[in-house]
C-alpha cells in the first residue's frame, strides 16, 4: 500500500517535471518584424555615431563577478555610460567561479535577462534547440559597426565556424582585428647569454636550446611545464602540434581537415599528428622534458623555474609578468625572463586564425518582446563593436582616467594603474573605475589591443603577426541527432587520443604500436565520426557555400 | 571478616602493579597506536597549518614553494587588506545571520515533526515518514527547484536561503530514533501530573534530549556555514551574499579552465596569500564552536544509533 502511494507520488513528481521541461521549449520564429519595438531607438545609428536612447532605458544583464575587480555602483564606467547613451545596465550578479552553471539555471527556467556576456564559443549550442536564446544573425542589420569590422577584418570564415544546421549563429563573438598569439614558452635568458645561445627558430632549433641546457646543467631539467588543466600538457602540446598542422592539449580537435583530399580526417590518427608525437617523445627520452611536465599542478612547475630547477615553462604575458619574475627577483636575482618568439614547424611559420573571435554575448528571446529590443541591439553594437565603445570600456574617459599624445598613444593619467602601468599608484583602472572589465572590454583592433601591452610584448607581437595564419577549417554544424551521435563518439575518443598520446610520449608505449593505436581508434568509432563531420560540412557547403 | 581484610589488604597492594602491567604486546601497540594516530593527525593538520602560514607569509615566498609550517616573510599586511575590504565584512555578516536563522528554523522544524514521527500510536504517521523519506531519493532537481522559490517571491532574499533546505532527513531521523527510546513510562506520568501535550515536549522531553538537540545544532550550523550552492542559485546582489560566495569566486574563480583562454582583463589571479586569509578567518569561528559541542555530539549520535 506504502509503496504503492511512493510511486503514484513518483508519477506524478515525473509528469510535472516533463510538463516543464516542454513548457520551456519553445519554437524560434523567424524574420521577426521589429518596427513596433523601437522605443528609445536612434532612427539613423551608423558607424561612428554615438549611440544615445532617445528615452532613458534599462537594459538587465547577465554580470560575471571577478574577484580581482568586485562590482561596486559608483563606477565611472555606470555614470559615464549613462551620461553617453542614456542606458542603464541593471546586472544580475553570478560569481566567475561558476557562471556558466548560473546562466544555464536562468536560460532554462526562462528567468534569464537578455543580455548574456561571457559565452565562449559553443557553449550557446545547448540552448540552440529549445529556442531559448536568439539567432543573432539575424539581427545584424540593426548593428551597423558588427559588420562593418566583420566586413574589414574578413572574419565571414570565422563567423561560419560559429554556425548551426540552420545556418545562423546565436552568439555575438568579440572581434579581433588580426590573430593574438598570447602563449608560448618562457626562457631563462641569463642562461642562454651564458652559453652563447640564440632564441630558436623551429621546434628543432629549439631542441638543440634544451640539449645545450642538458649539457651545461645536467642536474636541471631544460623544460619543466605547467597548465595542466584541464587537459594535460594543455598549452605546450597545443603549441607544438600546430605548427605541426595538427591539433593537441587545450586546442585539441577530434576533426582535422586534410586540404589536400578536401576531407576531414580523425586527428589522432593523422600522420602529422605522429610527427608530432614523436618529436615530443623524443624530447622526453633524451631527457629533456620534465616527465612530469604533463601532469604537475601550475604551482609545483612554477616552484621548479623560480628555484631555478628548470629552464623554460610555458607563459602568456601575465605569468610572465606576475608568476614568474617577481619570485625570481627574490631567489634567483641574477635570472631573467623572456617569452621566446613561438618556433615554427613542417606545417610552416604559423599560428592559429582562430584567436580572431573571442567570448561573446548571447541575447536570450525573449528580448524580442521588449519595446526597447532596436535600442538594446544599438546599444550593444556601439559598446561591444564600436572604436568610440571598445575605446571607452578599455581605458575610461579621456582627460580623467587616461590622456592621448599627439600621435593618438594613450597614456593612463598618474595616480591610475593598470597591469603594472603605473607601479605604485593609488588607484586602479578596475577596480576603483570598472574599465578593463572582462565583461565589457575584449577584442577591437589591433592597437587598441596592444595599447596597454609592454615594449617587450610589443616586441614580441610584432614577431607573431609576421607570421602566417592557418587556414580555417570549413564549418560543419551538426543537426540535433547527429549532435548526440557525435557527443557520445566524441569524449571516449578524445579521452582515448589524449591517454594514448601521453603514453607513446612519456615512452610507455612503443611507437612502433602506432598502427594498433589508429585500429583502436577505428574500433571506438573514429572514422563513424569522420563520417559524421564530413556528412555535416557537405550539407552546410550546399546550404551555405 | 575482619582479619581476613587485613591479611588481604597488603596482598592487594603489593599485587596491584603487577596486576595493572600492561603485557609487553599491549604496550608496543600502544606505542604503535599513538605513533599511528599522530600521524593521521599531523597529515590532517598539515594542510590546516599550512594555511595559515602561508597567510603569514610573502607572495614570493609562497610562489617559490618555501612555505611549510613556519611563515616565511612574516608579514600581517594581508590581513590588514582582507579585513580592510568591506564587502567581506558583509558578506561574513550575512553568513552569521544566514546560519543563525536557518539554524534556528530548521531545529523548531526539525525537532517538532521528529517528536511527532517518534510516537508509534499517532495515525498518519507512515505518511509523514513517507514524505520525509521521499525527498532523500528523490527531488524536483535544479530548474524546477529555481521555479518554486522565484514564483514564490524568495529569490534576493534571506528565505530563499534558510526555508528550502530546514530540515534534513537524516537529521530528523537521527532525532526520532532519539525521541522513541525516551522512556515512555516518563511522559504517561507527566501526563497523570496534567501536563499538556505541548507541556511534555516543553518541559520533559526537550530537557532530557540535550545531546541530542547540540549534536542537530552543530549538524545544522556547519551545514549553512559552509554551503554556498543555495545562495548562489537564488541571490544575484552580491551584498547578499554570504562570505562561501567570496572565498569561493577568490579561489576557483580566477582559475577556471573557460578563464585561461580569455582576454588579458581576466587573466591576473589572486595572490596565494589573500587566499590564505580568506580561507582562516572563515573557517575560524565554526572551528571555535567545535569543542565546546563535541562531547555532546559524540554522546549524541551514540544515543540516537545504538539504541536504536
Same mark, same amino acid.
Given at each position: 500500500m506504502k509503496s504503492r502511494a511512493l510511486l503514484r507520488a513518483g508519477g506524478v513528481g515525473a509528469a510535472v517535471a516533463l510538463g516543464l521541461g516542454l513548457a520551456a521549449c519553445g519554437s524560434s520564429s523567424e524574420d521577426v518584424d521589429v518596427s513596433e519595438q523601437t522605443l528609445g531607438a536612434m532612427d539613423a545609428y551608423a558607424v561612428g555615431d554615438q549611440f544615445t536612447a532617445t528615452e532613458a532605458?534599462?537594459?538587465?544583464?547577465?554580470?560575471?563577478?571577478?574577484?580581482?575587480?568586485?562590482?561596486?555602483?559608483?563606477?565611472?564606467?555606470?555614470?559615464?555610460?549613462?551620461?553617453?547613451?542614456?542606458?542603464?545596465?541593471?546586472?544580475?550578479?553570478?560569481?566567475?567561479?561558476?557562471? @556558466?552553471?548560473?546562466?544555464?539555471?536562468?536560460?532554462?527556467?526562462?528567468?534569464?535577462?537578455?543580455?548574456?556576456?561571457?559565452?565562449?564559443?559553443?557553449?550557446?549550442?545547448?540552448?540552440?534547440?529549445?529556442?531559448a536564446v536568439l539567432p543573432v544573425s539575424d539581427y545584424l542589420d540593426l548593428m551597423p559597426n558588427f559588420t562593418d569590422k566583420v566586413e574589414r577584418w574578413g572574419l565571414e570564415d570565422n563567423l561560419d565556424t560559429l554556425r548551426q544546421e540552420d545556418g545562423e549563429f546565436y552568439v555575438l563573438p568579440g572581434l579581433h582585428e588580426n590573430p593574438w598569439q598570447d602563449y608560448t614558452i618562457a626562457v631563462r635568458q641569463d642562461i642562454m647569454t651564458e652559453l652563447g645561445l640564440e632564441a630558436p627558430g623551429d621546434w628543432d632549433e629549439f631542441r638543440d636550446v634544451l640539449r645545450a641546457v642538458k649539457a651545461a646543467y645536467p642536474d636541471m631539467y631544460p623544460l619543466s611545464d605547467r597548465f595542466n588543466v584541464?587537459?594535460?600538457?594543455?598549452?605546450?602540446?597545443?603549441?607544438?602540434?600546430?605548427?605541426?598542422?595538427?591539433?593537441?592539449?587545450?586546442?585539441?580537435?577530434?576533426?582535422?581537415?586534410?586540404?589536400?583530399?578536401?576531407?576531414?580526417?580523425?586527428?589522432?590518427?593523422?600522420?602529422?599528428?605522429?610527427?608530432?608525437?614523436?618529436?615530443?617523445?623524443?624530447?622526453?627520452?633524451?631527457?629533456?622534458?620534465?616527465? @612530469?611536465?604533463?601532469?604537475?599542478?601550475?604551482?609545483?612547475?612554477?616552484?621548479?623555474?623560480?628555484?631555478?630547477?628548470?629552464?623554460?615553462?610555458?607563459?602568456?604575458?601575465?605569468?610572465?609578468?606576475?608568476?614568474?619574475?617577481?619570485?625570481?627577483?627574490?631567489?634567483?636575482?641574477?635570472?631573467e625572463v623572456v617569452k621566446i618568439p613561438l618556433p615554427a614547424g613542417p606545417a610552416g611559420n604559423v599560428i592559429s586564425g582562430t584567436t580572431q573571435l573571442e567570448n561573446g554575448i548571447m541575447i536570450s528571446s525573449a528580448a524580442t518582446e521588449r519595446e526597447d529590443f532596436v535600442a538594446m541591439m544599438q546599444f550593444i553594437d556601439w559598446l561591444w563593436y564600436s572604436d568610440a565603445g571598445l575605446e571607452f570600456a578599455k581605458w575610461g574617459v579621456e582627460g580623467t582616467t587616461f590622456t592621448k599624445d599627439a600621435e593618438g598613444k594613450r597614456v593612463l593619467a598618474e595616480d591610475i594603474d593598470f597591469v603594472g602601468l603605473n607601479p605604485g599608484a593609488t588607484k586602479h583602472l578596475q577596480k576603483d573605475f570598472g574599465f578593463s572589465n572582462g565583461v565589457f572590454a575584449y577584442g577591437g583592433p589591433t592597437e587598441l589591443l596592444q595599447s596597454t601591452f609592454s615594449e617587450e610584448e610589443l616586441v614580441f607581437q610584432a614577431a607573431m603577426n609576421e607570421k602566417e595564419t592557418l587556414p580555417l577549417p570549413p564549418a560543419y554544424?551538426?543537426?540535433?541527432?547527429?549532435?548526440?551521435?557525435?557527443?557520445?563518439?566524441?569524449?571516449?575518443?578524445?579521452?582515448?587520443?589524449?591517454?594514448?598520446?601521453l603514453q607513446f610520449i612519456l615512452g610507455d608505449r612503443s611507437l612502433d604500436d602506432w598502427d594498433s593505436y589508429v585500429a583502436e581508434l577505428e574500433a571506438k568509432g573514429s572514422s563513424t565520426y569522420v563520417d559524421l563531420v564530413n556528412g555535416a560540412a557537405e550539407r552546410f557547403e550546399e546550404a551555405n557555400g | 571478616m575482619v582479619t581476613i581484610t587485613n591479611d588481604d589488604r597488603p596482598r592487594i597492594r603489593s599485587n596491584r602493579p603487577k596486576r595493572m602491567k600492561d603485557s609487553r604486546g599491549y604496550r608496543v601497540f600502544q606505542v604503535v597506536n599513538g605513533a599511528v594516530l599522530l600521524g593521521v593527525v599531523f597529515?590532517?593538520?598539515?594542510?590546516?597549518?599550512?594555511?595559515?602560514?602561508?597567510?603569514?607569509? /610573502?607572495?614570493?615566498?609562497?610562489?617559490? /614553494?618555501?612555505? +611549510?609550517?613556519?611563515?616565511?616573510?612574516?608579514?600581517?599586511? =594581508?590581513?590588514?587588506?582582507?579585513? /580592510?575590504?568591506?564587502?567581506? $565584512?558583509? +558578506? #561574513?555578516?550575512? =553568513?552569521?545571520?544566514?546560519?543563525?536563522?536557518?539554524?534556528?528554523?530548521?531545529?523548531?522544524?526539525?525537532?517538532? #515533526?521528529? #517528536?511527532?514521527?517518534?510516537?508509534?500510536?499517532?495515525?498518519?504517521?507512515?505518511?509523514?515518514?513517507?514524505?520525509?523519506?521521499?525527498?532523500?531519493?528523490?527531488? /524536483?532537481?535544479?530548474?524546477?527547484?529555481?521555479?518554486?522559490?522565484?514564483?514564490?517571491?524568495?529569490?534576493?532574499?534571506? $528565505?530563499?536561503?534558510?526555508?528550502?533546505?530546514?530540515?534534513?532527513?537524516?537529521?530528523?531521523?537521527?532525532?526520532? *530514533?532519539?525521541?522513541?527510546?525516551?522512556?515512555?513510562?516518563?511522559?504517561?506520568?507527566?501526563?497523570?501530573?496534567?501536563?499538556?501535550? #505541548?507541556?511534555?515536549?516543553?518541559?520533559?522531553?526537550?530537557?532530557?534530549?540535550?545531546?541530542?538537540? *547540540?549534536?542537530?545544532?552543530?549538524?545544522?550550523?556547519? =551545514?549553512?556555514?559552509?554551503?554556498?550552492?543555495?545562495a548562489f542559485l537564488y541571490l544575484n546582489q552580491q551584498e547578499l551574499f554570504p562570505v562561501t560566495i567570496y572565498l569561493r569566486n577568490l579561489i576557483a574563480g580566477a582559475s577556471t579552465a573557460s578563464s585561461l583562454g580569455s582576454g588579458s582583463g581576466d587573466l591576473a589571479q589572486v595572490a596565494s596569500n589573500i587566499k590564505a586569509v580568506t580561507m582562516v578567518l572563515t573557517v575560524l569561528p565554526i572551528l571555535c564552536v567545535y569543542p565546546f559541542i563535541q562531547r555532546y555530539f559524540v554522546s549524541g549520535v551514540m544515543l540516537g544509533s545504538v539504541k536504536g
Open positions: 532605458l534599462t537594459f538587465p544583464i547577465l554580470y560575471s563577478e571577478h574577484p580581482n575587480y568586485p562590482i561596486k555602483d559608483d563606477w565611472l564606467f555606470w555614470e559615464e555610460l549613462g551620461k553617453r547613451t542614456n542606458v542603464t545596465l541593471e546586472p544580475t550578479i553570478v560569481p566567475m567561479s561558476d557562471y @556558466e552553471q548560473k546562466r544555464s539555471l536562468l536560460v532554462g527556467a526562462g528567468d534569464a535577462p537578455p543580455i548574456l556576456p561571457k559565452t565562449y564559443a559553443g557553449q550557446e549550442t545547448p540552448f540552440v534547440a529549445s529556442g584541464p587537459t594535460p600538457g594543455g598549452n605546450f602540446l597545443s603549441l607544438v602540434a600546430m605548427t605541426y598542422g595538427t591539433s593537441a592539449g587545450w586546442g585539441y580537435n577530434d576533426a582535422t581537415f586534410d586540404e589536400a583530399s578536401g576531407e576531414f580526417a580523425y586527428t589522432g590518427g593523422t600522420d602529422e599528428y605522429r610527427d608530432f608525437v614523436e618529436y615530443v617523445s623524443s624530447l622526453v627520452e633524451e631527457g629533456l622534458v620534465d616527465p @612530469e611536465s604533463f601532469t604537475q599542478d601550475d604551482d609545483t612547475a612554477i616552484q621548479k623555474f623560480t628555484n631555478g630547477r628548470s629552464f623554460a615553462i610555458s607563459t602568456n604575458a601575465q605569468t610572465l609578468v606576475n608568476d614568474y619574475r617577481p619570485t625570481l627577483a627574490d631567489t634567483q636575482p641574477d635570472a554544424p551538426f543537426s540535433e541527432a547527429e549532435r548526440e551521435q557525435a557527443t557520445l563518439l566524441e569524449t571516449p575518443l578524445a579521452d582515448f587520443t589524449a591517454q594514448a598520446t | 597529515v590532517t593538520l598539515y594542510p590546516f597549518l599550512n594555511i595559515i602560514a602561508q597567510s603569514f607569509s /610573502g607572495e614570493s615566498f609562497i610562489r617559490a /614553494g618555501e612555505v +611549510n609550517l613556519i611563515p616565511q616573510g612574516f608579514n600581517i599586511t =594581508t590581513y590588514q587588506l582582507v579585513m /580592510g575590504d568591506g564587502m567581506f $565584512w558583509r +558578506n #561574513y555578516g550575512n =553568513t552569521v545571520l544566514y546560519t543563525v536563522v536557518a539554524t534556528a528554523i530548521a531545529m523548531v522544524l526539525t525537532t517538532t #515533526y521528529a #517528536y511527532v514521527i517518534s510516537k508509534r500510536n499517532i495515525r498518519g504517521r507512515g505518511l509523514l515518514i513517507g514524505i520525509a523519506v521521499f525527498t532523500m531519493f528523490f527531488n /524536483g532537481g535544479l530548474i524546477p527547484n529555481y521555479v518554486l522559490i522565484s514564483s514564490l517571491g524568495l529569490t534576493n532574499s534571506i $528565505w530563499a536561503i534558510v526555508l528550502p533546505n530546514a530540515i534534513s532527513v537524516f537529521n530528523l531521523l537521527v532525532m526520532k *530514533a532519539f525521541f522513541e527510546n525516551l522512556p515512555a513510562e516518563l511522559e504517561e506520568a507527566a501526563q497523570i501530573d496534567g501536563l499538556s501535550t #505541548y507541556g511534555i515536549l516543553l518541559r520533559i522531553v526537550l530537557p532530557l534530549s540535550k545531546a541530542v538537540i *547540540a549534536t542537530m545544532v552543530l549538524f545544522y550550523a556547519v =551545514t549553512f556555514w559552509n554551503s554556498w550552492f543555495q
